[in-house]
């Protein structure tokens, strides 16, 4: 069995915000029931991050920058930007031989940390942003792993829904957060002043599809069919491995059981 990780950082005690402190438990819970059940390879442990992991998280970040080569697929992230995820939220690092091979942040919405969209407020939003993976983990299911992680813990922290944004250019990790169940339904210009795909996973709720409509993703430029699209109310929930890469859309409705976008 996977030794499970004993250095994780306290609570924050009375000062933490109860949100942050349910989250902390129940990832904590997900790790300990993926550790009984010898779900994750055993040479790999994950752990929480403290604050002196922030050094290795600032060097991550700027080796995936660098390694991709292109403006916009990754956002810069200073050291005071991770020491406010560790503190208001949680990073979850993948560790080998006592080598951390990357990151995975997730947080509550609220205080300094608005949604990405407004909430229907039919309870709280979870965000998930920034995941860097060493190349010696790529390939191998570990983005897909650690999003589908962080949804188990919101949703047992008691979430009505999860936030991400992706760049429309970013197609591995787009094609991932859809086979997790979400979905794409808005398009932004972030602080970086790139575009990113805003995309949501309601807990409570299954998003049921009409009728799919391809549309090609170009790789780079503006995207004015794909924000058309999105605000007509349709919802992006499938990708196709063509030439050019297509994403397909419907039109939204609701039913109240299930979560998420039907997974393709």
């Known amino acids: 069995m996977m030794a499970m990780p004993r ?4 609570p924050h005690g009375a000062a933490a ?14 790790l300990d029931r993926q550790g009984q059940a010898q779900t994750l390879p055993p040479d790999i442990r994950l752990r929480l991050a403290g604050p002196e992991d922030i050094s290795v998280l600032t060097a991550l970040n700027a080796d995936a920058i660098r390694e991709w080569g292109r403006a916009g697929l990754f956002m810069p992230m200073p050291e005071a930007f991770f020491g406010e ?14 080598k951390v091979q990357g990151y995975s942040i997730a947080f509550p919405a609220g205080g300094g940390h608005p949604p990405f969209l407004p909430a229907d407020g039919h309870g709280k939003t979870g965000l998930m942003f920034g995941t860097a993976l060493d190349p010696a983990l790529r390939g191998q299911g570990w983005q ?6 962080r949804l188990e813990a919101f949703q047992e922290a008691g979430f009505a829904e999860a936030q991400s944004t ?19 339904t808005a398009l932004k210009t972030l602080l970086d002043k790139h575009p990113r795909f805003v995309l949501q996973h309601d807990f409570g709720r299954t998003v049921t599809t009409g009728p799919k409509h391809g ?19 349709f919802v992006a ?8 890469v297509t994403l397909f859309y419907a039109a939204r409705r609701h039913q109240d059981q299930g979560t998420g976008c039907p997974p393709t």
């Open 237 to 244: 929930f499938g990708l196709e491995k063509s030439k050019p």
């Open 7 to 10: 250095e994780d950082p306290p």
């Open 144 to 149: 897909l792993r650690l999003i589908r992680l």
């Open 215 to 233: 549309l090609p993703l170009p790789q780079n430029g503006d995207l004015p069919d794909h924000a058309a699209l999105l605000a007509d109310g």
């Open 85 to 98: 995820m560790i503190r208001d939220g949680i990073i979850l690092l993948p560790e080998r031989a006592g």
């Open 17 to 30: 915000a109860p949100d942050q402190a349910r989250l902390t438990q129940a990832v904590r819970a997900v």
């Open 166 to 184: 992706v760049s429309p250019f970013n197609t591995p990790s787009l094609r991932n957060l859809l086979r997790a169940g979400f979905c794409v």
